[in-house]
Structure formats: C-alpha cells, structure tokens
C-alpha cells in the first residue's frame, strides 16, 4: 500500500472524481474517471519507490524497499499492473480519457526516472497538475470551458509550489543522498521563498479570476477555506522540523484540492 504514495494518490482520485460531478458527469462515472486517476498515480508512486531505493536506503530507511518488506521487482510488477488498470478503466470512459492518461503516466515516469533528483523536479508537477481538470472534464465528454484559460496557468503555478515543498520536506535527506533539487541547489530559505512567491500568486490569480468570472455560491466558500488551509500549509513548510513541513505539504495538497473544486464550482454552471 504504502510503495503507491498513498495520500498524494487517494487526493488525486477523489480531486478527479468531485471534478467530474462539477462537470456534469454522473456518480458512476466520476468513480470510474477517479479510480482510472487512483491506478495511474499508485503505479506513479510505485515506480517513485523502486528508482529511488538506493537513495534511500541512505536517507528513508524505513520506506517500503529499503525496510525489505517488498522487493524492486514487486515495485516493477505493481507499476506496470497499476497502469494497466488506470488505462483500461479510462479506455472504458472514452478514447480522448484513454490519451490524457497515457500523458498523465508519461510525465509521472519522467518524473521517477529523470527529473526527480534535479532542480528542476517541479516541472512535471507544473504540467502535470493541470491535466487533473482536463481528465475530469474529457472524461465526462464535457466541452472545456473557457475559464480553463485562467484555471491551467493557476494549476501549474500550485503544482510548482506543491513540488517545492515537496522537496523542502527532505531537503536534509536529499543532501545525504546526493540529491540536487532545487532547495537543496539554491538553500531551504531561498526555495521556501520562492514557494512562498508562488503561493501568493495562486491565491491573487484565483481570487482576482473568482472576481473577474462573477463567481458565486456555495463554491466560493470552499475556495476561500482552501486558501486558507494553503497559507497554513505553507507556513508549516518552512518549519526546522521535517514532520512539520510534512504535514504542512499534506496541508497544502488538501487546501489546492479545495481551492481548485470550490473555484471551479463557483465559475462554472454544470452543463
């Protein structure tokens, strides 16, 4: 369970899911889209843990493979069984599912194989982020709406900012296994600031956009609470403490998943 990244995974699927209710898609559907989004980050996650285990071994003694309670070769075969069931179930929805899926799957391995231990691991979070309204909306054959122009740049800014702090939560880890990215390159205080940055430039494009769109109802509400829970999120993140900049990354998570399903809630009328 724990070689899928259970937490970022579980979000994304039930992000995906309440994404497609918003859209218009039906409970059985939005199950289907989330249980396809759910396989692909869990073989996603799978693979993160079999790349990653010599590092490891070093700084996470206690993940899944390093602890010895599975092997690599059940990390591979939990990858490749995971993106199959991801594939088949949005391959079930419709073909253009079936595509953002494959996309989803190529960005995450580029992101276990390549970029991860980089400074510039954030980007694959960057676009990666904004594909999660994108299958929502494909999958439920809605057609994309034109808040998207404002809702795509928004997710891949959060999606940066999540992969920062991401990054800070091990930055002493990282350090000891070697790993360049990008607060270990530039400093934890520097990299915090520029997550920082982009915090508040998530929260003034989405207000400023929530505003400009004539947002309205109980969506606004959500929005503004997953504001907030960002902003306590991301204060945690620069804690000395990695348990508190953990739970200050889960926070953050929680909060962009909020933000991102109140705001479109608040601008869209389902079709």
């Known amino acids: 369970m724990r070689l899928g990244h259970p937490f970022p995974s579980l979000l994304d699927g039930l992000v995906v899911g309440a994404l497609a209710v918003v859209a218009g898609g039906s409970l059985g559907l939005a199950a289907l889209l989330a249980g396809s989004m759910l396989a692909l980050q869990l073989s996603i996650g799978a693979l993160n843990d079999a790349v990653d285990a010599p590092r490891d071994a070093i700084g996470k003694p206690l993940k899944p493979i390093p602890a010895r309670l599975v092997g690599r070769r059940q990390a591979v075969a939990a990858t490749v069984v995971m993106a199959c069931v991801g594939l088949a179930m949005a391959g079930a929805v419709r073909f253009e599912a079936l595509a953002v899926a494959l996309v989803v ?7 276990d194989l390549v ?5 510039v691991s954030w980007l694959p979070f960057a676009v990666g982020i904004p594909l999660l309204p994108v299958f929502a909306w494909v999958g439920v ?8 122009g404002l809702l795509l740049p928004a ?3 959060a999606g940066a900012a999540l992969a920062i702090a991401n990054a800070l939560v091990d930055v002493e880890r990282d350090r000891a296994a070697g790993v360049a990215t990008l607060p270990a390159a530039i400093g934890a205080h520097r990299a915090w600031l520029v997550h920082g940055g982009l915090v508040l430039v998530l929260l003034a494009v989405t207000g400023a956009g929530a505003a400009a769109l004539g947002g309205t109802g109980p969506g606004l509400i959500v929005a503004a609470i997953g504001g907030l829970v960002i902003v306590a999120g991301a204060a945690l993140v620069g804690d000395r403490i990695a348990s508190r900049r953990e739970r200050g990354w889960e926070a953050e998570c929680l909060g962009t998943a909020l933000l991102g399903i109140g705001w479109l809630l608040a601008v869209n009328s389902p079709p």
């Open 105 to 111: 799957l190529v960005i995450g391995y580029g992101y």
């Open 115 to 119: 970029l991860k231990p980089t400074p």
């Open 141 to 148: 054959g809605a057609p994309i709406p034109p808040s998207f």
């Open 155 to 157: 997710a891949a800014v």
